[in-house]
């Protein structure tokens, strides 16, 4: 979890300062592939825990 929160504060950070500094924005392209990326770490883990487990 900690994982997780931590990307999610760099992408947005560097998406920060890819639109306010000119000439930066390929920092909001890299901030918007960290929170992608992101994502889908998150969701992959997600699914490995609730995949084998059975309500009876």
Known sequence: M????????VA??????GTVAAGLSYLLII?????VADLVLSGVRWSRRSHGHFVR
């Open 31 to 35: 901030g918007i592939v960290v929170f």
């Open 12 to 17: 947005i950070v560097l998406g920060i300062i």
């Open 2 to 9: 900690a994982l997780f929160l931590f990307l999610i504060l």
